[in-house]
C-alpha cells in the first residue's frame, strides 16, 4: 500500500497546513458500464429502462484495461461499479487486468442476479458489494420492478455468496439503501447480514444528489444510525467509519476534497471535480493518459477543486476525505479492525 501512504500522508500535510484542495488520488472509483438489469425506482443515473440511452457507449476491454493501468499508475485501490458490472461478458478479464496491475485492494458492486453466472469474479475481488434493500420479495417487486421469483434468486445469490467468503478469501458487504418511512426493513436486512457472517452498510437515499430531507428527518433513522455505530464498537460487521456513521449524509461537519475519490465513467471520462455537482466537467482520461494531466485539463475547464466543500453527503467522496482530515479517527479505525477483523478477513 506504498502509494496509498503517500498520498494519504501528502493530503494530510495539505489539510493541516497548506488547506490545498488538491487532494492526490487515493481510492479511484470505474464505472466499467452503464447497463443494467434492474430498475430501482430510487436509482437517478441508470436502469434497464435507460439502457437504450447508453447504447454503443461500451468501451471495449482493451480501453478499459488502459484506464485501470492509468489509474494503478497512481493507485493502490479501486472500486468498480456500474450500472451492473456482470453485463459486461469481458467483466473477469478486466478485473483479472486490475489483479494482474498489482492493485492491492479491488472492491466491486453488483446487483448479484447474474453473480453465478460470473463466479470467478468472488476469486478476483478482495471486497464484494451486494445491494440488499428489504427481504420482503413482494415489496421488492415494485421497488426493483423485478418479478418475485428474480428477487428469491438474488436473496439465495446474496447466502450463496456468504458462504464462499474464507475458500475464496475475499469479504462480503452488503449495502441498504435506507428509505424514508422504512427503517424497520433496513433493520431486517441487518439481522440477516449479521447472520450470514457478511459486513453491513447502510447508505442513505438521495434525492436530487443530496440526502433525503424525508430520511435525514425521520428519528428512526437517526436512532438505526446511533444503533449501528454501537454494533461496530462491539465488533460486528458494519462497514464505515465511527465519523461517517456518527454524521450519516451529512458533509457539513465533515468537508469533502473530491480529487482523493476521482470517479471515472464507462466512457473513461474522469467526472471533474466531482460527478456530484451540476456544473461538473468531462475529461477524456484516454486522450489525457494519466489522472494528474486528466485533472489539470479539469481544472483549465471548471476551475480548482473545493477545498472544502459541504455540499452533499456521498459517502465514497466524503468518508476519505473526513478520515484525511481526522487522523486520529483513522488510528482508531485501524485499532479498531485489529481488535475484530471481521468474519472473513484474510489470514
Ligand atoms: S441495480 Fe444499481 S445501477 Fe441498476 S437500477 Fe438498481 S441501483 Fe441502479
Ligand atoms: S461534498 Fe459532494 S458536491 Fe461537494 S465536492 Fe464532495 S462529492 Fe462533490
Redesign the pocket.
Known sequence: MRKLLKAYLKNTARAWFTGSPWFDPMLPTLYVTALCNLRCTYCEDFGAHRNADYRGQTLSADKMKRLIDILADECDLLYVTGGEPTMRPDLPEILGHARSRGLRYLAMNTNAVRLREHEEVLDLVDNLVISLDDLDAGRWDSSLAAQPERVRSLLENVGWAAGEQRRRRFTLTVTCVVMPGRVAAARRVRGFVYDLGAQFSAQHLSVG?LPSPALTADPEYGQFMRELLADKRAGKGVSGSDLYLSRPGA?ATNG???TAAPHVDWMGRLAY?????PDHVLVDLLAAGSLRAAMREGARRWGA??AD??????RC??EI?SLVRHPAALAREALGYLRHPGPSART
Open positions: 444528489r458533509s469533502c476534497t473530491p471535480p466531482c460527478r456530484e455537482l477543486p473545493p466543500c459541504r455540499r452533499c453527503g456521498e467522496y466524503v476525505s
